[in-house]
């Protein structure tokens, strides 16, 4: 059954570093998502990714924040300087009409 | 703004006990509304989905919910849970925006004693 991968599984950084995420989404959907989870708080939507373009994004996405499709396959998170309240389970998900299904996620640690 | 809230932060139950979580969302318009289950290590994965038709909803695992549209609610329902439904669980709403954006709740916490 295909699935949505995300790598790396854990990500290390410094303060004021870029990170970049990655997706790997399932290969006929159209959509695209990332979301965010505090540790201890809901899971938070960030950005979504149609056609080539943002579609919505959330007030947490900021302009510290990006998002690309850089081939045909891959989804990219990029933080450009890492705060240590980015510190969160991200998850990228994809979906072709109602049902979005997820990644296992990236828990981003900045220290 | 939207919003989901779920009740039950934490629920502990013995196995063969009867499991309902509490989700009421805020939204006036047209919904979709979801549970999602994450497994200890594991990502979310879709339990059951309501968009349109029948109110009672079966998913996956013999969960259901059920739509209550005068109560803003989609309660998560198990008749007789298992060790193995130990896992947190999130509800989760679309409406509104464009793209179908889940909007989650906090997510409850199961524990389910052997």
């Known amino acids: 059954e295909p699935e949505v991968t995300q790598t790396p599984s854990h990500q290390v950084t410094q303060m004021g570093q870029e990170v970049i995420l990655r997706c790997v989404p399932i290969?006929?959907?159209?959509?695209f998502y990332w979301y965010r989870q505090i540790l201890g708080q809901k899971v938070e939507f960030l950005v979504s990714?149609?056609?080539?373009?943002?579609?919505?994004k959330s007030e947490i996405f900021d302009d510290q924040f990006s998002v690309e499709r850089p081939d045909g396959s891959n989804f990219t998170l990029k933080i450009r300087s890492t705060k240590l309240e980015d510190s969160a389970m991200y998850f990228c998900?994809?979906?072709?009409?109602?049902?979005?299904?997820f990644g296992p996620g990236t828990r981003l640690t900045v220290l | 703004a939207q919003s989901v809230s779920q009740h039950n932060h934490h629920v502990i139950l013995s196995e063969a006990a009867s499991l309902e979580l509490g989700c009421n969302y805020s939204?006036?318009?047209?919904?979709?509304l979801f549970w999602y289950v994450q497994y200890p290590g594991q990502h979310l994965q879709l339990l059951l989905k309501?968009?349109?038709?029948?109110?009672l909803v079966k998913g996956i695992k013999g969960f259901e919910a059920e739509f209550i549209k005068s109560k803003f609610s989609f309660n998560l329902r198990k008749p007789s849970v298992q060790w193995s439904d130990t896992a947190e669980y999130f509800c989760?709403?679309?409406?509104?925006?464009?793209?179908?954006?889940?909007?989650f709740g906090k997510g409850t916490k199961l524990s389910v004693k052997p």
């Open positions: 998900a994809s979906k072709v009409s109602n049902e979005q299904f």
């Open positions: 290969s006929n959907h159209l959509y």
């Open positions: 990714f149609y056609n080539n373009e943002i579609s919505e």
């Open positions: 939204y006036g318009g047209t919904v979709n």
């Open positions: 309501y968009f349109s038709g029948d109110p």
């Open positions: 989760a709403v679309t409406g509104g925006g464009s793209q179908g954006n889940l909007i």
